[in-house]
């Protein structure tokens, strides 16, 4: 019956691995022990257009904000010009390295990680929700 508890706060979480700062904290995502982190390296594995189109609806922002405008890719060959929503999600699909990344994707929402520290709030977030669930007993251990 724990399992149930656990498949409930599965967490995609989609990084790239060519970057430091991302394989850090995806390390640390898979210290944190109240849910299953499922990764997704961009590096890897490709998302299609639709799952980013749907991710960009979960996360509540225009496709366009998926997009790190620091990205080197960006400012090379996308900076100043307009693309279509279409247009985006296939250079999106092609070019995953210029997406905003790490991004947490649950079933019940999705966002940006910027620090460590969301993870933090993530956290207590799912405490309190396994306390709530488990409150019968501890046998998790």
Same mark, same amino acid.
């Given at each position: 019956?724990?399992?149930?508890?656990? #498949?409930?706060?599965? $967490? +995609?979480?989609?990084?790239?691995?060519?970057?430091?700062? /991302? !394989? /850090?904290?995806?390390?640390?995502?898979?210290?944190?022990?109240?849910?299953?982190?499922?990764?997704?390296?961009?590096?890897? &594995?490709?998302?299609?257009?639709?799952?980013? =189109?749907?991710? *960009?609806? +979960?996360?509540?922002? *225009?496709?366009?904000?998926?997009?790190? &405008?620091?990205?080197?890719?960006?400012?090379?060959? @996308?900076?100043?010009?307009?693309? %279509?929503?279409? %247009?985006? @999600?296939?250079?999106?699909?092609?070019?995953?390295?210029?997406?905003?990344?790490?991004? $947490?994707? #649950? =079933?019940?929402? *999705? !966002?940006?990680?910027? #620090?460590?520290?969301?993870?933090?709030?993530?956290?207590? =977030?799912? &405490?309190?929700?396994?306390?709530?669930?488990?409150? +019968?007993? &501890?046998?998790?251990?």
């Amino acid at each position: 019956m724990e399992t149930n508890n656990k #498949s409930d706060m599965e $967490i +995609k979480f989609i990084y790239n691995s060519t970057q430091i700062k /991302e !394989r /850090e904290a995806y390390g640390y995502a898979k210290s944190l022990d109240q849910h299953y982190i499922n990764a997704i390296d961009l590096d890897k &594995e490709v998302i299609t257009e639709r799952q980013w =189109a749907e991710l *960009a609806q +979960k996360l509540k922002v *225009a496709v366009k904000d998926l997009i790190d &405008e620091n990205n080197d890719y960006y400012q090379d060959e @996308l900076e100043g010009k307009d693309f %279509d929503d279409n %247009d985006l @999600l296939q250079m999106i699909k092609d070019h995953p390295q210029i997406i905003k990344t790490p991004i $947490i994707d #649950s =079933a019940k929402y *999705a !966002r940006f990680i910027k #620090s460590p520290y969301d993870f933090n709030e993530m956290d207590m =977030a799912f &405490e309190e929700i396994k306390n709530h669930l488990a409150n +019968k007993g &501890e046998s998790d251990e």
